[in-house]
């Protein structure tokens, strides 16, 4: 019970519970729902340096000097592991149509790279160019004639506002560090049969691009309900 009162097991406790849990969603492949692949590294190596200070402070937890916890230590430990008992009672996915609906859905994107997308050697789904929303919404803003007339295959998850008989938004969440900045993305596609589509539903849309005023449509000739995509996010 005396290892209860010292300050240095708290401490190396917090640092077990944050490097169990990194290990985690490393190992699960998880990562990528909480931030930025391109930050993957970063997260290797605070995991590394959690290692190492867990070790240094095991060997220190048993030592006959130590610092008793006070109220104050206590709280201020129960603070660090807030972050993880909230992503282990939430358990974050794709965040839902709601989020989107409150965020508000951009159709514009201009941090693109059009150089970059067109040296890529895009896929083709038979005439259908495969490509993503933030791909599309790049052409539209940069180069537009690049895109306009153009088909192309493009999968999302249904948004749509009010009773969206004749069309829908195809949307995409692009996150920039983490989940929290997460911004939806958005293009208007027409579409027919979008009354028997539900909200929130994952499609791929098959269709022409039509670009007006840089404002991208998608004339959609196919609309095939499908399953989320493994990583569900754009970067």
Known sequence: MELLKRKNFYQTLTIFIWLSFLFIIEATGK????????????????????LVLFIVKLKKIKKEHFEKIDIISLLSFLLFLFPVLLATIVRPGNLPVLAAGKRGISQEFTGGDVMAILKEQLEMEGNYKKMNIKQLLTFSKNKPEEIDG??????????KQDNGKEGFMLVRFLITCCAADATPLGVDVVYQDAGQLKQDEWVKVYGKCSVEENKLTILAEEVKVTQPPRDVYLY
């Open 31 to 50: 990562l990528q729902i909480y931030i930025n692949k391109k930050f993957f590294p970063f997260t290797i190596l605070g995991s590394f340096i959690l």
């Open 150 to 159: 153009k088909e192309v295959s493009v999968e999302g998850f249904v948004f």
